[in-house]
């Protein structure tokens, strides 16, 4: 599988799921905001975004639906379930406690 | 995990599985989704159309693969992949349709012979009474057997006086039983028909929890002294000779001329307490005195006793029970007109409790150790039915190799790759197995038929049940396994790049994999040679058996037996004369050249011992003791050695005689037979006389032909002290079977209606009693034959391998000048040292196993010179000639084809 190594694991679920949290999107568009909203520092391939998007609608994290997009083509619509917010606040928390103590640590003063 | 998300999960999961074909279309449609509005993307920022798609499809990493990955994240996906896997199995063997043929047929055969050995040794040995809760009978009997003490014609262990005693002492049993086997006349007179009979206690049905298919079966009340009778019908009798008839019940039967109300039809499944043998009727204990006194002897041993071992007692504590209570229930029922030393070992008796689930068999005495050795062989045709297969997958492997390289090169992971060779494999062994179970039933059939006899058939409720369909299901995995896993794990470890850049074609085969190859050749021929040293064994055996001497001519023997409810009410000395009438009707039957009377016929189940001295000695003796008529060395044709032969002047009042055989004189006698004299010594019924010694005949097989030859001592039947039963007449004639029987049957009619005919071929008797030799030496024979063809398809296929991938340097060394024997014996050399090594591997194996056969073989050591000596010679010969086909057939190619073809 060919997960980007720069993104620390399960990071991309976490990203996924905070973007479903705001609205319902199609993959084209989850990847295009990925790009724009970290400002091209997550490189993303557009390879590994489907397999993690078919991996959350399996573990009953987002649900899809195939609506018609803005210009009139049928696309499939990720969005997030009920357990899919609380799995959000769940992964949220744990990424905070992480990156606090990453931070912690790499901002010790050396000696 | 919320109820919400479990039923997402399910769905998703059923319709990947159910609609996968739908499921994969929306993948492909939100892919293309976004590959399309990505090259809208990229043309918007400039790039040229074809640009624009190349950047995003290498963004998306491949539609192909990224639809794989995303397949991937699915549920069932196991289950996807070996419903794919099964397909391209189904299409690769219909590839090679030889293979598929080959392995599915010898597959077939392995299973087949296997399962249908299971089914038997699980019928006769495995399997409980088909009665609830069989686990908890126990059955009571003295402990190491009454050793032929006393009177019997079957194996039963009690008496009925020691059954009365058990039932009214015995406190640790619960429902405790009795049941005996009888043979009846049904019908009346010549015209009776023999049918088989169990005597049962009056609470049996109940211990067992029998119910009756129809009316009633037997019950307490119907068992007790001076009972009328009653009688169950088993359910395949009443079918076969009522016609399934309900109105049946209610009506009467006759019986050894009596008569007894029908009240009943046995379950279906219900065949009586002996595993093999099947009854018709069965009465209450209590009827037997109806037929005569005997039943009631305390030396007549006619009954077993079983019972229900409660949850709280051991089966150890229910034997401690029986051996205490054992002095007085002996004590109680001491047999009158024994002698001391006899009278000492009826004291010696002690009780035990032995698990009775199984119930009784006389078949599983005889044929439990040649069963478990047949089972032992069919395992062993199975083991080489693998290894075939084994080899004949490495070599499959081998020449698929380039196939294999290129799903390695697609990206097909080494999981999939074993996986694939092994559901190929699951496939091949599931087809052989379905196509086994048929074989099997059949073979099982034929088995039964080969046991039953005439005189003794065999019923056996074979059929594949859970055990056997268990062990079916475990054959087809652990074969696929075996057969399967060795070949997969070889050819999925190899690097895909030289096999596809050499075309397919190697200089030579990968070393290691042909040394495997070889082990599963040299594996196979030891195991051959043990099957086929066995095959030799047992059919030598059963011509030992065959060519043996009986001591008498047996052809155009015919024997006349009598049975006859009137007998026991004549009066001794009306007997006499009556018997003489008898003998005198039947042998004056047209036909008849010459004929005799006995007690016991030889080579039947009679037998008779009796303990004498010789006159001046103190030395107490046992010898078989016949009583014969006058005609009956000459009809026999034994040859008189020494005196005379008996005549009519050996009267009842004249002076005793006997006559001696050859075996009797040399242990006795010392070889002086003139004036010799045989005191008898008191045994029931026979009181003390002394016989002077008149003649000397030759040896004569007295109950089985495997037998030493036993001292006889013959007696004339007219000084017989006893004549409780008719003699049998022994004939001599040039009548078949059939005619004389209706000659027979008609005079003894017109003489008295009342008696009864048994008409038996000897000749066909004794070769029924052969039936276990006959039965060991075809199925070895037959598995002989089966474990040399393996073995030699085997060697064939991998002899051929071999020169497969020496192919081009077999060409090399043609095109420079080597001859093609000298190319035979060159690739020969190599079949020389696996032949060699294969047949030391087999002798060592065999001398392992030899101890196991050496008990039911007849006239012949395990470990015969001669035997071993011609299966190694059968074996080097078959094994050769598999060599060398496949060597002469690579040396007849033009090595110009071969070198071309190593270079495209």
Known sequence: MSRPSDLVQGTLDLLILKMLALEPLHGFAISQRLKQMSGDILQVSDGSLYPALHKLEQEGWIEAEWKPTENNRRAKFYSLTRSGKRQLVKETESWARLAGAISMVVTLPEV | ?904
């Open chain 2, 1 to 904: 995990m919320t109820f919400d998300r479990l039923r997402q999960i399910v769905r998703l999961r059923l319709r990947s599985l159910v609609s996968g074909a739908s499921v994969d279309r929306e993948l492909d449609e939100e892919l293309r989704y976004h590959l399309e509005q990505q090259i809208d993307l990229n043309v918007a920022r400039g790039m040229t159309p074809l640009e624009a798609r190349r950047a995003a499809l290498v963004a998306i990493g491949g539609m192909r693969q990224t639809a794989e990955q995303c397949r991937d994240q699915r549920g069932f996906r196991g289950v996807d992949a070996a419903v794919a896997d099964t397909r391209f199995a189904f299409r690769v063997l219909k590839r090679s349709p030889v293979f598929a043929i080959v392995a599915v047929a010898s597959l077939a055969l392995g299973i087949g012979a296997f399962l249908a050995m299971f089914q038997l040794v699980d019928a006769i040995r495995l399997r409980a009474l088909p009665v609830d809760d069989a686990h908890e009978l126990v059955e009571i009997r003295i402990a190491g057997g009454r050793g032929g003490w006393g009177l019997s014609d079957t194996a039963a262990e009690i008496t009925l006086p020691l059954w009365e005693q058990i039932r009214a002492h015995q406190a640790v049993l619960t429902d405790v039983f009795a049941w005996g086997r009888s043979g009846f006349l049904m019908g009346s007179g010549t015209d009776a028909v023999p049918v088989r009979g169990l005597y049962f206690s009056g609470g049996a049905f109940s211990a067992l929890r029998t119910q009756p298919a129809h009316g009633r079966l037997l019950l307490p009340d119907d068992d007790r002294p001076g009972c009328e009778g009653a009688v169950v019908l088993s359910h395949a009798f009443w079918q076969s000779r009522f016609a399934g008839d309900r109105s049946v019940i209610g009506t009467t039967i006759t019986l050894l001329q009596q008569r007894y109300p029908i009240i009943g039809v046995a379950p279906p499944d219900f065949t009586g307490l002996e595993v093999g043998r099947s009854f018709d009727v069965a009465l209450p204990i209590c009827s037997a005195q109806r037929i005569g006194p005997s039943f009631a002897r305390r030396d007549f041993w006619w009954l077993n006793v079983m019972g229900r071992l409660p949850a709280r007692v051991s089966l150890a504590q229910a034997g401690e029970h029986m051996r205490a209570l054992s002095p007085g229930l002996i004590e109680a029922t001491l047999p009158t007109g024994y002698s001391p030393a006899s009278m000492d070992t009826y004291r010696g008796f002690r009780f035990t409790a032995v698990d009775g689930s199984h119930g009784v068999s006389r078949l599983r005495t005889a044929y439990e150790s040649p069963l478990w050795l047949l089972l032992g062989t069919t395992g062993l045709i199975l083991l080489l039915t693998l290894s075939n297969l084994a080899t004949l997958m490495l070599a499959r492997a081998h020449a698929r190799r380039r196939e294999l390289a290129m799903l390695v090169a697609l990206g097909a992971s080494r999981g999939r790759l074993i996986s694939q060779i092994v559901i190929e494999a699951l496939l091949l062994s599931s087809v052989g197995v379905v196509l086994a179970l048929p074989l099997a039933i059949a073979a099982g059939r034929m088995l039964v038929v080969m046991l039953s006899t005439e005189f003794d058939p065999l019923h056996v409720a074979l059929g594949i049940d859970w055990r056997a369909a268990g062990v079916a299901a475990s054959v087809v995995v652990v074969t696929a396994l075996a057969f399967g896993l060795l070949p997969a794990f070889q050819s999925s470890r190899f690097d895909p790049l030289p096999v596809l850049r050499s075309g397919g074609r190697s200089h030579t085969v990968d070393r290691r994999r042909a040394a495997l190859q070889r082990m599963l050749v040299v594996g196979q021929l030891a195991i051959c040679f043990v099957l086929v040293v066995s095959a030799l064994l047992f059919g030598r055996s059963l011509y030992n058996i065959i060519a043996t001497d009986v001591g008498f001519n047996p052809k155009g023997l015919q024997v006349v037996g009598f049975g006859d409810p009137i007998m026991n009410q004549l009066p001794l000395a009306e007997r006499h004369a009556f018997q003489q009438l008898l003998i005198e009707t039947v042998g004056s039957t047209p036909g008849v050249q010459s004929f005799g009377a006995v007690s016991q016929v030889p080579l039947s189940v009679a037998s008779w011992n009796q303990a004498f001295n010789l006159r001046g000695e103190a030395e107490r003796l046992s010898a078989k003791f016949t009583y014969i008529s006058p005609g009956y060395f000459q009809t026999l044709q034994v040859p008189v050695r020494r005196g005379r032969s008996f005549d009519a002047n050996d009267r009842a009042q004249s002076r005793p005689v006997a006559i001696v055989n050859d075996a009797f004189a040399r242990r006795f006698l010392d070889g002086h037979v003139e004036a010799a004299v045989i005191q008898t010594l008191t045994e029931a019924g026979y009181p003390p006389t002394a016989y002077e010694v008149v003649g000397q005949v030759g040896n004569t097989k007295y109950g089985d032909v495997r037998e030493d030859d036993l001292p006889i001592v013959y007696v004339p039947l007219a000084q017989s002290p006893v004549l409780s039963t008719w003699k049998s007449v022994i004939v001599r004639t040039s009548l078949t079977p059939g005619a004389f029987g209706a000659a027979v049957r008609q005079r003894v009619k017109a003489l008295n209606p009342g008696i009864w005919v048994r008409m038996t071929d000897l000749p066909a008797q004794l070769n029924e009693r052969l039936a276990r030799e006959r039965m060991m030496a075809w199925l070895a024979g037959a598995f002989g034959v089966l474990a040399v063809l393996l073995a030699a398809i085997g060697l064939y296929g991998l002899i051929a391998y071999l020169a497969l991938g020496r192919r081009s340097e077999i060409g090399v060394r043609l095109a420079l000048g080597a001859t093609r024997q000298g190319v035979v014996l060159m690739m020969l050399r190599e079949s020389v040292w696996l032949i060699g090594a294969g047949l030391t591997a087999g002798l060592v194996l065999s001398f392992l196993l030899s101890r196991a056969a050496s008990r039911l073989l007849f006239q012949l050591a395990p470990t015969d010179a001669v035997t071993w000596a011609g299966a190694g010679l059968a074996l080097a010969t078959v094994a050769g000639i598999a060599a060398v086909v496949p060597a002469w057939r690579t040396s007849a190619l033009d090595p110009v084809t071969t070198l071309r073809a190593e270079e495209s």
